[in-house]
């Protein structure tokens, strides 16, 4: 029961730190690493039971709610290859943030409470993305949203009470579509909300009734995902979050909308989305996202509004991937959550950097820090790198599958559609380049000349997460290993 142990653990431990932390108090951070660490390490043991594929996953269950006649519930979990490198990219970048914020919080009042929501919000995320039962799920996605409202409302910066409430209502909003969509699906599968029962029940859905759950699902996970137009929360929440809160939400908790459609509703709806040709419509979603957060992130003075609007244009590169309806496309979008995590999470890391030692976020104002500061230039370079797609770095590697995808079934218009999604990668590397010239380059101000590089506390989960991205990038086998068998995701089902 390895997996339900390590969801349980997270919520138990999680609240156990509420009264430790008192007496620990700023070094309550490493606790809530290690309590992290801990099912990190159990996930790390069973990388092999992850090659079952999709298809063949080992879950374990509980049922918790079985009235025959009427409802089956059960608290299951699972590991597949689609959902394997997500779990690991959850925990390693919420442990790596944990050390990260002894220092960055130390000056914050009642952080025994800040690092109990913390690991309630990484129990979330895990939970979410292990579920093998959509109600479970749905349990679980909620369990997210409630921490990370507090996390934002209580120790974020500026209006920080109005934008974490924006955040709470966008997603509560979506979330009533969600629901709506999981209780059409309910009627079709007898009551039974397991993945295997809802995929048996997918050729007794009209097709009509396929449309709408696919629409349902798109807009309301949508939400979550920041794709545009449903990103009015986005830019706010992720530039005025704690620090942290910043690398999780735009490294792993947006991204988990993505899995739930991949892993969940496609499936289901893959067989009328190609025959309404609707990978097309979806396609074109991802596109205007990549252009409108790469166009935003070029105009920005504020390096995590920056940071925010390049997550919205990221966030189309995954979707864009989803969108074709390729296997290839697929492992490509799966890939990129995780080289956009690794990547994301060091360069608001590097943010926080910039707010803790030097006290300024307006890049119009820095300059010239790469002498002063070269560890924290020498790892932002490789964020920025990442970003950019280049060679070397796990995201090149997801970029291109992710553009290979779309010559899976190609069409004059898929075709258009990849040309400007390959040039509009020019804009990642536009602005990544403007962030590092603006903040690192050029004349050092004055006010700036006893800038240093922060301690270990801060830098070495920095330095983990660039070295990963490498590895990743030059080793992409370690993944796609795992990922490969959702070439057959499609088949069978």
Request: aromatic share 14%; charged share 10%; hydrophobic share 55%.
């Amino acid at each position: 029961m390895n997996l339900i142990i390590m969801v349980l653990w997270l919520y138990i431990a999680g609240i156990a730190i509420y009264p430790v932390g008192k007496y620990l108090k700023g070094r309550t951070g490493y606790l809530s690493a290690l309590i992290i660490a801990i099912p990190l390490f159990i996930l790390l043991s069973m990388y092999k039971v992850a090659f079952n594929g999709p298809l063949s996953p080992y879950v374990e269950s509980i049922d918790w709610v079985n009235i025959p006649s009427f409802l089956k519930i059960s608290f299951s979990m699972y590991l597949d290859g689609i959902n394997y490198p997500i779990a690991f990219i959850i925990l390693l970048v919420t442990c790596l943030a944990a050390v990260y914020s002894v220092v960055y919080m130390e000056h914050e009042e009642h952080l025994n409470a800040y690092f109990t929501l913390y690991v309630l919000y990484a129990a979330g995320m895990l939970g979410a993305v292990m579920s093998y039962d959509l109600i479970t799920f749905l349990f679980f996605w909620e369990a997210m949203l409630i921490p990370s409202y507090v996390l934002i409302g209580v120790w974020g910066y500026g209006d920080k009470r109005r934008v974490a409430y924006k955040y709470f209502l966008y997603t509560q909003l979506g979330t009533i579509l969600i629901i709506i969509s999981v209780a059409i699906l309910g009627v079709f599968s007898g009551g039974d909300f397991s993945f295997t029962a809802l995929y048996g029940a997918a050729s007794y859905i009209p097709p009509d009734m396929k449309l709408l759950i696919g629409a349902l699902a798109i807009i309301g996970f949508g939400v979550k995902m920041a794709i545009v137009p449903l990103h009015g929360w986005l830019p706010e929440a992720h530039a005025e979050a704690p620090t942290p809160i910043s690398v999780i939400l735009s490294g792993v908790m947006i991204e988990i909308g993505l899995y739930a459609v991949i892993k969940i509703y496609l499936p289901i709806l893959f067989s009328e989305w190609v025959v309404a040709d609707q990978s097309t419509v979806l396609m074109l979603l991802g596109l205007l996202s990549m252009y409108y957060g790469g166009i935003n992130a070029l105009v920005q003075k504020d390096v995590k509004r920056l940071l925010a609007y390049s997550s919205i244009s990221q966030m189309g590169y995954m979707f864009l991937g989803f969108a074709t309806l390729s296997p290839i496309g697929v492992e490509g979008s799966v890939f990129h959550i995780v080289g956009h995590g690794l990547m994301k999470g060091l360069l608001f890391m590097v943010a926080g950097v910039l707010i803790h030692q030097v006290g300024v976020r307006d890049m119009t104002k820095l300059g010239g820090l790469a002498v002063k500061m070269p560890v924290t230039a020498t790892l932002a370079v490789v964020g920025a790198m990442g970003i950019a797609g280049l060679p070397g770095i796990a995201t090149f590697v997801s970029e291109f599958l992710v553009f290979s995808g779309s010559f899976a079934s190609p069409s004059g218009y898929k075709l258009v559609i990849l040309v400007l999604a390959v040039l509009g990668s020019a804009l990642s590397a536009a602005y990544m380049t403007l962030f590092i010239r603006r903040v690192f380059f050029g004349p050092l101000p004055d006010e700036f000349k006893d800038a240093r590089d922060p301690g270990l506390t801060m830098i070495i989960p920095m330095l983990i997460l660039a070295v990963v991205g490498v590895i990743l990038g030059l080793y992409p086998k370690l993944i796609l290993d795992v990922l490969a068998p959702s070439s057959d995701f499609f088949l069978g089902i």
